[in-house]
């Protein structure tokens, strides 16, 4: 069985908030509102930890009125992390498809948090859409080992 199509093993080990802000004084209702996401995989290699911390910022005329980060940690089942690692013991090589998932779950948790943070305020109305993750993460990730976060 080939890492693209091997089970991987994996909790919810923490989600962290890194900032939230609201800038009324950048906010202008009524005016288009574009928003940009940003992703950063990290791994733990000693403590078999993946963490996504991911960004989104709401903009109008590229002034941010809404900006969230937030990270996610996912604790791989040290089995399967183990069979990941390359033959030469090295590094550690998760699949594209897995990563992208660990986004999805991500994005998801982002936008629980948008909602939570923004209720009952006139940003509540900003949700963040569907993102297709496929798009961020295009290939395989892989970190060295002995790599603390």
């Known amino acids: 069985m080939n890492k693209e199509e091997m089970k991987i093993g994996f909790g919810l080990a923490r989600i962290k908030t890194e900032q939230f802000a609201t800038i009324e004084t950048s906010y202008q209702d009524g ?23 991911m960004k989104i910022v709401f903009e109008q005329e590229k002034i941010p009125f809404l900006v969230l980060e ?57 949700l963040l859409p569907t993102i297709n993750v496929t798009e961020i993460v295009k290939e395989n990730v892989s970190f060295p080992l002995n790599q603390n976060l």
Request: charged share 20%.
């Open 31 to 53: 005016k288009p509102a574009n928003f940009s996401v940003s992703v950063n995989i990290k791994a733990d290699t000693k403590a078999h930890i993946i963490a996504v911390l």
């Open 70 to 126: 937030a990270c996610c940690d996912f604790l791989i089942v040290k089995e399967d992390w183990e069979k990941l690692i390359n033959p030469e013991g090295t590094s550690v090589e998760f699949p594209q498809g897995f990563i992208a998932h660990l986004a999805m779950l991500t994005v998801g948790t982002l936008r629980g948090i948008l909602h939570t943070k923004t209720e009952n305020t006139k940003f509540n109305k900003f």
